[in-house]
């Protein structure tokens, strides 16, 4: 029952948003369609191993370990689901931003770590291991525990039993597996973990906030009850329709300030979009910054030349019109080339 009526909840949700695809872009959308796509396998498993037991009188199938396992796999994801909680406040929320970019990396970089270890495996497989029973049973997906640093000490024997000189080729290729997986790999990998800590610290409060009203207008767009409530919240709605209401509260859709539009859910990630290209302008601090106020400084000082010029002309033509003779013209004021330079190519 609570996982129809979750389901439901999520129904809604999917419809309030822009396309499948933007719903399924966010994390805790995926951890609710694993969380509803494996209790509905539960679900299915648990009647076929009820009606087996109930056809043939066996205690459980032959495969009825499926059920615990996908159960188990099940109740991970809800363990997973309570991290949204912890966004109401910032410090756990920007961490758990943070753990969900660096699993992101962690899953681009999977790709690399899988197509060379991938190509050990198959290489050195047939070296160490006689074809047949041995080199089935063994496989090659031992070589991807040398990421995390397992050198297996029967592999190095079998390797110096191989003959000249194949022994020295597959000692080198195992050394060669080590240095390559569990050093400059994971040195690579711990790399771009920093480089993308060090972007989420930067941006860590404009994307908590984003991420709380996210949230909020999650649980306001679902309904008013939780699940599985929500199940009778449509008999509860036509109950109140049919009865007049005296006073009693409702709860009103959360709107814009100042405006009476109503604030969706799939409006905020353009709202998001937005307001990073503006931190991003803000934090421009660097050359480009310096460059304008030397801009802003040069016009200052053409409009007092200007200011200046202006004052002289009209005095000189003042005199002339008295009968005094013109003043001779002032010498130009010493200016640095490279600052006209300049302020030709800012006006430029």
């Not at 197509?115 to 047939?126: D, E, K, Q, R, V």
């Not at 041995?134 to 110096?160: M, P, Y």
């Not at 003779?325 to 490279?338: A, D, F, S």
Request: charged share 20%; net charge negative; with cysteine.
């Amino acid at each position: 029952i609570w996982g129809f009526a979750y389901a439901k909840s999520e129904w809604r949700q999917l419809q309030n948003d822009l396309s499948f695809g933007h719903y399924i872009s966010d994390f805790w959308n995926c951890c609710d369609v694993l969380l509803i796509s494996a209790l509905v396998i539960t679900i299915l498993l648990g009647y076929a191993e009820h009606f087996w037991t109930v056809t043939w009188g066996t205690e459980k199938p032959p495969n009825g370990h499926h059920f615990e396992g996908v159960h188990s796999l099940n109740v991970l994801v809800c363990w997973w689901r309570m991290f949204q909680t912890f966004y109401r406040w910032e410090y756990f929320g920007a961490l758990i931003m943070t753990v969900i970019r660096m699993s992101a990396d962690i899953l681009r970089f999977s790709i690399i770590l899988i197509i060379l270890c991938s190509g050990f495996g198959y290489a050195l497989t047939p070296m160490l291991f006689e074809a047949g029973e041995e080199r089935e049973k063994q496989g090659v997906v031992w070589t991807f525990w040398s990421i995390v640093g397992e050198t297996r000490q029967d592999l190095v024997e079998r390797a110096c039993g191989l003959p000249a000189p194949w022994n020295t080729v597959t000692h080198c290729l195992l050394y060669t597996l080590v240095l390559v997986t569990n050093v400059i790999a994971m040195n690579l990998l711990i790399a771009v973990m920093n480089s993308t800590y060090d972007g989420m610290k930067q941006d860590s409060n404009t994307m908590w906030a984003f991420e709380r009203v996210n949230w909020i207008l999650e649980y306001s767009e679902a309904g008013d009850l939780p699940p599985p409530l929500n199940l009778l919240q449509g008999f509860l709605v036509e109950a109140e329709d049919s009865e007049p209401s005296h006073g009693c509260f409702k709860r009103r859709p959360l709107r814009r300030a100042n405006s009476d539009l109503l604030v969706h859910q799939r409006e905020l990630k353009e709202s998001q979009r937005r307001a990073m290209a503006l931190v991003e302008a803000d934090e421009d601090t660097g050359e480009l910054s310096r460059l304008r106020q030397e801009n802003l400084s040069l016009k200052r000082h053409i409009e007092r030349l200007e200011r200046l010029a202006t004052n002289f002309l009209l005095e000189n033509h003042e005199r002339g019109a008295l009968g005094v003779g013109e003043l001779p013209l002032p010498p130009p004021p010493k200016t640095p080339c490279h600052s006209l330079e300049r302020a030709s190519t800012s006006f430029a």
